[in-house]
């Protein structure tokens, strides 16, 4: 068993996402948005626009493969949020980039640089 198995005990569908759809479940590790919300995030990561044909259906196809959750705050918008399965995600793509990056003690005391930062 790898240990991106052992950690996420998912079948690593993270390997399976897009770059975008990837961003869109980091975006909502921190709290549930509902859709502009998550635009602006987007828009504000690539400093570009983030039109709704792009963002929407990878939305609903996060939903559809049981990531996200959607759910309805008024007749016009909806919320969305990470599931378990979406956060498996999330740890998955991290345990993954790290194993990549983190190579040697000078590699991992930057990343524990990066996550003392955020604490």
Do not use: C
Not at 26 to 49: C, F, T
Not at 71 to 87: C, F, P, V
């Amino acid at each position: 068993m790898s240990g991106a198995e052992t950690v996420t005990g998912n079948e690593r569908i993270a390997r399976d996402l897009t770059a975008f759809q990837q961003n869109i479940l980091a975006i909502l590790s921190n709290e549930p948005m509902y859709g502009l919300a998550v635009k602006r995030e987007l828009e504000d990561y690539y400093d570009s626009e983030v039109n709704h044909g792009r963002l929407y259906p990878n939305l609903d196809d996060l939903v559809e493969r049981e990531l996200l959750e959607k759910s309805e705050l008024d007749k016009r918008t909806n919320q969305y949020a990470l599931t378990d399965k979406g956060r498996d995600a999330v740890l998955d793509q991290l345990q993954w980039t790290l194993s990549k990056y983190v190579t040697d003690d000078e590699r991992g005391d930057d990343v524990r640089a990066l996550i003392d930062e955020q604490l």
